[in-house]
């Protein structure tokens, strides 16, 4: 049985049948889809009226459901906290194919010193731990509910809250060797078009980049240059117009910059690296 099948020979027949009408007047294009998996989430029917109340007045369907799928991982969510993007998998496939050296004091031996900055839910640490097995994982956010969020998905004990590089433990200074900052980028401008599902139930934190968008992306590329090992990187997503500013943002503090573009799904990642022999 696929997703979208309708459980014709299960008692949840009827239930289904009525939910999808519902989720496709509110708007919902994957009705038949959502329909499947608030069924599956539900534990009974009266929670699963709850839940399709919630869907139907435009709250995310994660949020929902309780869940997000990103990079093959089910990644556990919380209302009011950021949905992980699918495209943001593309900047973890970045930063997996970027060459690393060994932190040192990692740890294990050899252990790459991993950080997710801005981590939301924890959704590219989680991704990027379930690759690196053994690595020396740390995330923060500067939102209380994404930090409590993130514990739920990552080691609760290497999730901080707090301003960017702020909360996270000094231990650490010099020894990233890959630092993932999934930072806020729209223009504040734009925040007004973004569909109703982000501006009514995601945190402005994690979605307002400022009058450029690159306000939070400058501040990263501020310090990310002394948290770094030699040879470790930091990546950003951006616009394809935010590009050329975000490069010379990182190529200012002495890092060496390249872009990698997916144009199937318009995915920008600007990747800062420290030089081997800084």
């Not at 027949?13 to 329909?35: K, M, S």
């Not at 009266?46 to 990644?75: D, K, S, Y």
């Not at 949905?83 to 970045?94: C, D, I, M």
């Not at 050296?101 to 252990?111: L, T």
């Amino acid at each position: 049985m696929t997703l979208t099948d309708p459980p014709s020979a299960s008692p949840s027949a009827p239930l289904y049948a009525a939910l999808v009408p519902r989720l496709r007047a509110a708007g919902c294009v994957f009705a038949e889809d959502e329909a499947r998996l608030l069924l599956d989430a539900a534990p009974s029917a009266v929670a699963l009226e709850a839940m399709v109340t919630r869907r139907v007045a435009g709250e995310p369907l994660e949020q929902v459901v309780g869940w997000a799928e990103f990079a093959g991982l089910r990644i556990l969510l919380d209302p009011g906290v950021f949905v992980p993007r699918r495209r943001t998998e593309f900047l973890v496939s970045v930063a997996l194919g970027l060459p690393r050296d060994a932190a040192p004091g990692g740890a294990a031996a050899g252990a790459p010193v991993v950080v997710d900055l801005c981590c939301g839910s924890g959704a590219v640490g989680a991704a990027l731990a379930a690759a690196l097995p053994g690595c020396d994982l740390y995330a923060a956010d500067i939102d209380p509910a994404a930090v409590a969020c993130a514990r739920r998905n990552l080691p609760p004990s290497r999730v901080y809250e707090g301003d960017l590089f702020a909360p996270l433990p000094p231990s650490v200074r010099g020894r990233i060797s890959l630092l993932a900052a999934n930072v806020p980028y729209v223009r504040t401008s734009d925040i007004p078009f973004l569909p109703a599902e982000a501006r009514e139930h995601e945190p402005l934190s994690a979605l307002d980049g400022g009058d450029d968008g690159l306000t939070v992306a400058r501040r990263v590329a501020g310090e990310a240059a002394e948290w770094l090992a030699p040879g470790g990187h930091v990546l950003i997503e951006a616009t394809e117009a935010q590009v050329p500013p975000a490069v010379a943002a990182f190529e200012s503090t002495g890092l060496r910059v390249h872009v990698v573009e997916d144009e199937e799904a318009e995915a920008q990642v600007v990747v800062g690296s420290r030089p081997a022999g800084a």
